[in-house]
């Protein structure tokens, strides 16, 4: 499986960004069950998953202070990159 994500370092503390479908973020066990699931390819790293709405619009779900981070940060300015989940 093919999905786009980013590890970002920001005040020394690297972490992962995964773009995932929005039903995903809207329940809780389904986004730590990825979460879960994204962790080898991230190892160590804490991992916030994105989903767009419908205007094309951001929301995150992962540790609070990341997603609170990448609410403020345009989606252009992060450097996605195609990763594959064995």
């Keep these: 499986m093919?999905?786009?994500g980013s590890v970002?370092?920001?005040q020394g503390v690297t972490f992962a960004v995964v773009i995932v479908k929005?039903?995903?973020i809207?329940?809780?066990?389904?986004?730590?069950k990825a979460i879960a699931?994204?962790?080898?390819?991230?190892?160590?790293?804490?991992i916030v998953l994105?989903?767009?709405d419908s205007r094309g619009r951001p929301t995150y779900f992962g540790r609070d202070d990341i997603a609170?981070?990448?609410?403020?940060?345009?989606?252009?300015a992060v450097p996605w990159?195609?990763?594959?989940l064995h």
């Design 8 to 10: 970002i370092k920001e």
């Design 68 to 76: 609170k981070f990448m609410s403020k940060v345009p989606l252009h």
């Design 22 to 24: 929005k039903h995903i």
């Design 50 to 52: 994105m989903a767009q």
């Design 26 to 32: 809207d329940s809780r066990h389904e986004a730590e």
């Design 2 to 4: 093919k999905f786009q």
């Design 81 to 84: 990159k195609e990763y594959t």
């Design 37 to 46: 699931s994204f962790q080898p390819i991230f190892p160590g790293m804490p």
